[in-house]
């Protein structure tokens, strides 16, 4: 056994330590000058501080940055896990600034640093390599969302979406230890690797079988995959706009992260790509099909959600170098495309108190930029080129093909994969018909600062000139 | 240079969008400078170069294997100059849109970019990215725009072209797994030996992805009803060049991929026996029942649509030859039909509706148009008598030419072919008597309203001149295209040339 290395623990945690001491920071600015300031006053700052604590995280990956790894393997870091994690600091980042006009909560200074504490959460998931590990990261993050979902008090809604979402949540994550403890049982390790190691060598057992679905269970309720998606709907529609955002965005990262390092251990038994594969099928219908009757644009995001979901889990089952690196740019891609949706769904709503479609109605005559923000976000996330959403989805679909252990399903899932992309054009554009075609007889513009029109142009860019150039992500992730 | 078409293009869309929204005027003339440009170019092209010539070709996505390659042949130069003279006609046409005209032009000059895209394309990713660019600036166009069930119309048409384009993308994945993962180039994949098997697959779903949006019976119905949905401008692009894009891709990525797709099963079904002839088959359905539907059409411009899907059927009749006279014969019949389908709605859409305000034939035969419109009635005979294929006009050069290279190959589908065409005479003979020249009296309800239609206006006049011109052009002298197409046809795999394999 070797000797725990304290300094190599250190220099991995250190993104994690910085938004630590920001988050009690925020706490402590709040609890002892602000008491007696504006709300809004109290928001702006806790918000502006929590984007400049994530945003120092970031500066500090990319200036110092190793492959290293520590505890015997349990956390790295190396490029990939870098890049990561820089992907959800900017998440964070961005969906801080994009909610500091929010008045949904009284404790500015609270809300703040949860939000910073989710993305340690999310940061300790992305290096993680170790079961118990996995399994105390997610529930930070998971455990800081339920309360953020609750955190509109005066909204019976989020309240309600926040009772579904923990007991959803709780009850898969109990399922997901169980799993991880079978896991343990079979294989006499928690560390990824090592289990990988011991079960390429033993045969198909049905203990093993159970484990998978357990475990399947409980990382399938993280990404929203069906038939673990329920939550997901009601979460959307019931949370404060920032906090889904959040939920879409980097805590999806994450998610994705971690499952792609627990399939490096179990693919040697194809009882996990199995699973897998019924989680990404059942994902692609059942999101498709449901987003189709909405009329509440978050639901809409929601099940397109659980359709996007379904497109990287076939990345995930692939599982070769190419399909993995192609699911997490997706992942950061799809994440980066949804908070800028998510920040225009919280413009209309500011601005008409409502979600539902006719809400949209005649937004290009009352915000030309803002509409074209959308327009730019929901192609992009249907997949129509020259937006990064095509490119993403054709690298997936590519990689996925290219793959040699999907010589048996990999044409036919992505069959249903593209099938399921072009009936999704159809909820796409029933949002963007609104905000093109129909006509409102509100014709006032919608109310949008300076600081929001800025970062949603410079989301709208970044989706369209990542599509014009998608070497761009690809540096990125070498970059670190 | 040629390339300069499609940043032309995108680069007016985008001026348009951001500063001449509230500014009708400047966003029209915009659209006119950006298209005349464009059509200057596509005429340069095809006045000055011959063969194959490359225009851009850089690393785009090198991990990848994809490059950003342009290039042009004869084919693709006769479709950028049909897309340069649709567009700069369209914008004509579309003169007197008032409401939201920086939107509409900004729309419809992306649209026009992602159709020189296409053709100029030769990188398969390239394509489909162009090919898909295309879908969106539609359906606003007509959900915005457009008359007669426009939302319907529009969404119809999306999703029938997302459709058609989600079969081509997943061909297109297959064919750069199976080829290795190499490389796109349309040229170089050519070069790869497919595996029968996987052509006998990938053929018909790539050629059927791009039929849909050429219009192929059974799934050409968004065609009529999207046509008609459609503001004129955009019917114009719609069946003038966006169904061309449909044939294209069929030509250029179905069958130069995959040729043998196309090969004998080895058994038959009522003697249908490979992809090729069912695809014939379908086509000629199209012809027939194209022509025979618009018979019977009370709403002038499902006339004209309908019209289109019987016109589409002879092109991909005249692919499915494989010798090179079809060919030849279809690629004019882009042409001709691109001209033809625009003036025809223009005619109906434009000059006729926008004055008499209804598309019903019955209505319009009791208002004399003969008489009181009667810059429309003659257009109308002569446009009329170009769609019908008579001699000295384009169609007539393009249809013989399909028909000749199908006599060889499917004499029965020629003689049904030939039925067609004639009952194309009909349907354009009743519409042109009943619209223009009936003697109906102009009693019972009264639709004439006292003062008289407003005169034809310069932008009008223009356009119509323009495109009659070519058609007429390319009746008289159809050397000066097939000068241009005959090489490039000679230069497709061996095997589009030979009859195919029996």
């Known amino acids: 056994m070797n000797p725990v290395s304290y300094g190599d623990i250190f220099r991995i945690l250190t993104p994690e330590t910085i938004l630590e001491v920001v988050s009690l920071l925020v706490l402590l600015v709040d609890l002892a000058w602000l008491q007696r300031s504006s709300q809004s006053l109290r928001m702006r700052t806790a918000s502006l501080l929590g984007a400049i604590g994530s945003l120092l995280s970031l500066l500090w990956l990319f200036l110092n940055h190793a492959t290293i790894s520590a505890m015997g393997g349990a956390l790295v870091s190396n490029a990939t896990v870098a890049a990561l994690q820089a992907g959800i600091l900017g998440l964070t980042a961005l969906v801080l600034l994009l909610g500091i006009r929010e008045r949904f909560s009284r404790n500015p200074g609270e809300y703040v640093a949860l939000v910073l504490l989710a993305t340690t959460g999310m940061l300790l998931v992305a290096a993680a390599r170790d079961l118990l590990l996995i399994f105390v990261s997610l529930e930070l993050l998971s455990l800081s969302l339920y309360v953020l979902t609750a955190f509109a008090k005066a909204r019976a809604a989020s309240a309600e979406s926040a009772l579904k979402y923990y007991l959803f949540g709780g009850i898969s994550a109990a399922f997901m230890l169980f799993g991880f403890s079978y896991l343990y049982g079979l294989t006499g390790t928690t560390y990824l690797p090592a289990i990988a190691a011991r079960l390429s060598h033993m045969p198909l057992s049905p203990i093993e079988l159970v484990a998978f679905v357990l475990v399947a269970v409980g990382l399938g309720f993280k990404v929203a995959a069906a038939p673990f998606h329920l939550w997901a709907p009601d979460t959307y529609a019931g949370a404060p706009a920032p906090v889904a955002a959040l939920i879409a965005s980097g805590s999806k990262v994450a998610s994705f992260a971690v499952l792609i390092a627990v399939t490096a251990a179990l693919v040697p038994a194809f009882g996990w790509t199995l699973a897998l594969l019924c989680m990404a099928a059942a994902s692609i219908l059942l999101g498709n099909l449901s987003a189709l009757v909405q009329t509440s644009v978050r639901r809409i995001l929601a099940c397109s959600a659980i359709a996007h979901a379904g497109y990287m889990l076939l990345g995930i089952a692939a599982h070769t170098d190419a399909s993995n690196q192609a699911v997490l740019v997706y992942a950061l891609t799809y994440a980066l495309t949804t908070v800028g949706a998510f920040a225009v769904v919280a413009l209309v709503e500011r601005s008409t108190g409502s979600d539902r479609l006719d809400a949209f109605a005649g937004l290009s005559a009352r915000s030309p930029m803002v509409a074209a923000a959308l327009l730019v976000f929901l192609l992009s996330l249907a997949g129509i080129p020259p937006l990064v959403g095509f490119w993403v989805k054709f690298q997936l679909f590519a990689a996925v093909l290219q793959a040699p252990a999907t010589s048996v399903w990999g044409l036919g899932m992505v069959v249903l994969a593209i099938a399921g992309s072009a009936v999704s054009l159809y909820y796409y554009l029933q949002v963007l018909k609104r905000a093109y075609v129909t006509a409102s007889e509100d014709a006032s513009p919608i109310d949008v600062t300076g600081l929001e029109s800025f970062l949603l142009v410079l989301l709208a860019a970044a989706v369209l000139l990542l599509g014009l150039f998608p070497g761009l992500i690809s540096g990125f992730f070498t970059m670190l | ?502």
């Not at chain 2, 014969?329 to 033809?340: P, T």
Request: proline share 4%; net charge positive.
């Open chain 2, 1 to 502: 240079m040629l390339a300069w078409t499609i940043y032309l293009s995108f680069g007016g869309a985008l001026l348009i969008a951001l500063f001449a929204r509230k500014q009708p005027q400047l966003a029209r003339m915009l659209a006119l400078v950006t298209a005349v440009a464009g059509f200057l170019l596509a005429v340069w092209a095809f006045a000055t170069q011959t063969g194959l010539t490359a225009i851009a070709d850089c690393d785009w996505i090198p991990a990848m294997g994809i490059r950003y390659t342009l290039a042009a042949d004869g084919i693709s130069r006769v479709l950028v100059l049909l897309t340069g003279l649709a567009s700069v006609s369209g914008v004509l046409f579309s003169w007197n849109i008032e409401r939201r005209a920086g939107e509409f032009f900004a729309f419809y000059l992306a649209l026009i970019g992602g159709v020189y895209g296409v053709f100029l394309s030769a990188d398969l990713f390239l394509f489909f990215v162009f090919y898909e660019i295309a879908i969106v600036p539609k359906y606003f166009l007509i959900a915005i725009w457009g008359s007669t069930r426009r939302e319907y119309g529009a969404m119809k048409l999306a999703l029938y072209s997302f459709l058609g384009s989600a079969m081509v993308l997943v061909g297109l994945l297959a064919a750069y797994a199976v080829s290795g993962g190499h490389t796109l180039n349309l040229s170089a994949l050519q070069q790869y030996p497919f595996p029968i098997s996987f052509q006998m697959w990938a053929f018909p779903l790539v050629f059927l992805g791009f039929a849909i949006l050429a219009g192929m019976w059974p799934l050409h119905t968004w065609a009529p009803t999207g046509h008609v949905a459609a503001p004129t401008a955009a019917s114009m692009l719609l069946a003038g060049v966006v169904m061309k894009l449909g044939a294209y891709g069929c030509l250029r990525v179905a069958m130069t991929l995959f040729p043998h797709g196309m090969d004998p099963w080895g058994w038959s079904f009522l003697g249908v026996g490979s992809w090729r002839t069912l695809f014939a088959l379908l086509a000629v359905i199209g012809i027939v029942y194209g022509a025979v539907v618009a018979l019977i059409q009370n709403d002038f411009k499902f006339v004209i649509g309908y019209s289109s899907v019987s016109h589409m059927g002879l092109v991909l009749l005249g692919l499915m030859t494989l010798s090179q006279i079809g060919l030849d014969g279809a690629v004019l019949q882009m042409f001709s039909h691109g001209i033809l389908a625009g003036l025809l709605f223009a005619t109906v859409g434009r000059i006729v509706y926008e004055r008499t305000h209804t598309r019903d034939l019955q209505s319009l035969s009791r208002m004399h148009l003969s008489r009181t419109l009667p810059f429309a009635a003659w257009l109308f005979v002569l446009v009329g008598m170009a769609s019908m294929g008579l001699p000295g006009f384009s169609g007539f050069i393009a249809e013989l030419q399909v028909l000749i290279g199908a006599w060889t190959a499917f004499p029965v589908f020629t003689i049904l072919a030939g039925v067609g065409i004639v009952v194309g005479v009909a349907y354009t003979w009743r519409a042109m008597q009943t619209a223009f020249f009936s003697d109906a009296p102009a009693t019972g309800q009264t639709v004439h309203s006292p003062e008289p239609f407003a005169p034809i206006t310069w932008a009008e006049k223009t356009g119509v001149l323009l495109l009659l011109a070519a058609s007429l052009v390319v009746g008289l002298a159809p050397r000066i295209l097939l000068d241009q197409i005959t090489p490039a046809v000679l230069a497709l795999p061996h095997a589009l040339l030979s009859g195919g394999r029996i």
